[in-house]
């Protein structure tokens, strides 16, 4: 859990073509930001084959968790597109034509659709709710906390986005979560470990990282204090004084977030 009242997020991200190098995976950052954005964040991020046996015991393992989970790929109409099916068995549910998804379809493409296979587009699990898709009107999916959208970022970012606002924007505190960060020169890991114990224990609802870093023969680490603004305004003096007792100097470092926006 990211927080005492606040549900995790996870990403799948569904297809052969990422594994094997032929395109690089965007969601990653893009729904991070998102997130950040908001006060919430990513707890952990999935990418697996378009194998149906893979995508259904991966469903069926996050249904049965407690977190809200996008997963990106696999919901087109050709035989390599799994994900509804997998989810409809992953649910226990079977696989039908979306009434409203029909209708959306019939708007975009005419009455009655053709080509028919066209339909699987909003062949979903029973009972899901739709996610609307801005760029070509073909819907994605909501299975309770599971949000099903295309691989295509041009239409999964928005519907990503439409998902926080319209499912969790009580969740959303973008106040709720601050990160500080010191870099401290000629500092190796070793000589920080007993004093980020300490941190550690001392305050235990902050999530401390260490850093390394080495060019040629200067050593440096970057250590950073997250979570609640209060605790961090707290903990980051007390950690800047133990590191000049311990001898070293330290400079703020400011931090940024890889954007995509394409």
């Known amino acids: 859990m990211t927080g005492a009242q606040t549900p995790g997020f996870g990403l799948i991200v569904i297809g052969d073509e990422l594994l094997?190098?032929?395109r690089q995976d965007r969601h990653f950052p893009h729904l991070s930001g998102l997130l950040a954005e908001r006060?919430?964040?990513l707890?952990?991020?999935?990418?697996?084959?378009d194998?149906?046996?893979l995508i259904t015991q991966t469903l069926r393992d996050t249904l049965a968790g407690p977190d809200i989970v996008f997963s990106c790929g696999g919901i087109g109409a050709t035989p390599d597109d799994r994900t509804r099916q997998c989810a409809a068995e992953a649910a226990g549910r079977a696989l039908a034509f979306h009434p409203e998804g029909v209708a959306a379809l019939e708007a975009r493409f005419g009455r009655p659709v053709e080509p028919q296979r066209r339909l699987r587009l909003v062949e979903f699990p029973e009972g899901v709710a739709l996610i609307p898709n801005p760029v070509n009107q073909v819907p994605g999916f909501s299975l309770e906390d599971h949000h099903f959208m295309p691989g295509f970022p041009s239409m999964a970012w928005p519907m990503m986005a439409w998902v926080l606002d319209e499912r969790y924007a009580h969740l959303q505190d973008p106040n709720r979560i601050t990160e500080e960060a010191i870099a401290v020169a000629g500092a190796r890991e070793s000589d920080v470990i007993p004093l980020l114990e300490h941190v550690e224990s001392a305050y235990p609802e902050l999530r401390l990282s260490c850093l390394p870093s080495m060019r040629a023969a200067d050593f440096s680490v970057e250590l950073a204090l997250r979570g609640a603004p209060a605790g961090v305004a707290q903990a980051m003096p007390e950690l800047c004084r133990a590191v000049e007792a311990l001898g070293f100097a330290w400079e703020s470092v400011t931090l940024s977030r890889a954007t995509d926006h394409d």
């Open 51 to 53: 194998e149906a046996a």
């Open 39 to 41: 006060g919430l964040e």
């Open 43 to 49: 707890r952990w991020v999935r990418f697996i084959s």
């Open 20 to 22: 094997s190098g032929k």
